[in-house]
């Protein structure tokens, strides 16, 4: 299967511990509630921050 995008069902949140992410980025955090996922391979990519002034242009 191929990635796809997707609102991240509360199973999931749970299971990968997205709260617990959420936490570690109280600055520029998104808290976003939706990923792009890779089942078959248990992978996914999420935004999870973004840069402020001189970093407005850097994600992780």
Known sequence: M???NE???E???KKYGIEE???KY???G???GQWTIDRDRDIYLRCVARGREEYRS???
């Open 11 to 13: 199973a999931d949140i």
């Open 26 to 28: 109280i600055v520029g």
């Open 58 to 60: 850097e994600s992780t």
């Open 7 to 9: 609102f991240i069902p």
């Open 21 to 23: 992410i959420n936490k």
């Open 30 to 32: 998104t808290k976003s």
């Open 2 to 4: 191929a990635f796809i």
